[in-house]
């Protein structure tokens, strides 16, 4: 099977200063983590890399179960999540992890060195995702176990796209953007060639639900547009224009409230791959 062009957006988002605001959306993915840990079937004495950790997770999750009995390296590509995720191992005192601001693409480890290797919601987002997943391979030793998430396809991410389709509405089709790259990987088939194509012959892939739940709607607006994928196209529109998309998403959202708060639905992918 041939993986299928790229078909969305250059990776615009700015993630050094999407450090300052990425936490707000700990809590939603946290069951990702837990997921990933399962999956990855970790043991005391593996020594364990986190690919695209972002502000630390689920590496800070894995140190605060394990301690010491394993040895866990983090590294993302944005010095600022680095930090961050530094600044959080230092106020616990957790032991036995490391952060280091490193690409997945080019990985500083030998060939053979971890047992298991993680990454949450971050191989789709690599500038060459092929090069990184032929990276996380190399370094691990064989037999060893990679436990990756990826985002669905964009239609199955419910609390992004209402309101993207509400905002691709109001610009001609030729002035449309396509879609974030978040997705890339989502449609059938495409992260099953890219395993493939990067050399992994033992895997399995499925589906994840994750429902979110926001309080009212001014918190689901603002945890989904004050920064992140939404925040580019939103602001192509003047203030005026902004407030009609968000009143007109008020009225599409409201088939979402259950009890009282708004409650969506978004899919990940889980892989489990074997060296």
């Given amino acids: 099977m041939s993986i299928p062009p790229n078909s969305s957006q ?12 990425f936490d707000r959306w700990l809590p939603y993915i946290q ?11 970790l043991s005391e004495g593996d020594e364990i890399l986190d690919v695209a950790a972002g502000t630390g997770e689920p590496s800070l999750t894995i140190a605060r179960r394990f301690g010491s009995a394993v040895r866990i390296t983090a590294v993302d590509g944005a010095e600022a999540m680095v930090a961050v995720a530094e600044e959080k191992r230092r106020r616990e005192g957790l032991s036995g992890i490391t952060f280091q601001p490193m690409k997945a693409e080019a990985l500083a480890f030998p060939s053979n060195r971890f047992d298991r290797v993680i990454s949450r919601f971050g191989v789709m987002l690599f500038d060459d995702p092929l090069q990184g997943l032929k990276e996380m391979r190399r370094v691990m030793k064989p037999g060893g176990k990679m436990a990756i998430a990826v985002w669905s396809e964009f239609h199955r991410i419910e609390s992004l796209h209402l309101i993207w389709e509400s905002i691709m509405k109001r610009l001609p089709p030729e002035g449309r953007p396509p879609l974030p790259k978040m997705a890339d990987l989502g449609p059938p088939g ?4 890219l395993l493939k194509t990067a050399g992994f012959e033992q895997f399995e892939i499925r589906p994840f639900l994750l429902s979110y739940t926001f309080d009212d709607f001014e918190t689901y607006w603002a945890i989904n547009t004050e920064s992140g994928t939404l925040r580019e196209p939103l602001d192509r529109f003047s203030a005026e224009e902004q407030e009609a998309i ?10 979402f409230f259950k009890e009282g708060k708004i409650i969506m639905q978004n899919q990940a992918l889980l892989a489990a791959a074997i060296a």
């Avoid at 250059?10 to 605001?21: A, F, G, L, V």
């Avoid at 495409?190 to 060639?193: C, D, M, S």
């Avoid at 968000?246 to 088939?255: A, G, Y």
């Fill in 246 to 255: 968000k009143k007109e998403t008020s009225k599409q959202v409201v088939p």
């Fill in 31 to 41: 069951p990702v983590a837990e997921a990933l840990i399962s999956l990855a079937d």
């Fill in 190 to 193: 495409k992260l099953e060639a």
């Fill in 10 to 21: 250059s990776n615009t988002i700015d993630w050094n200063e999407m450090s300052k605001s």
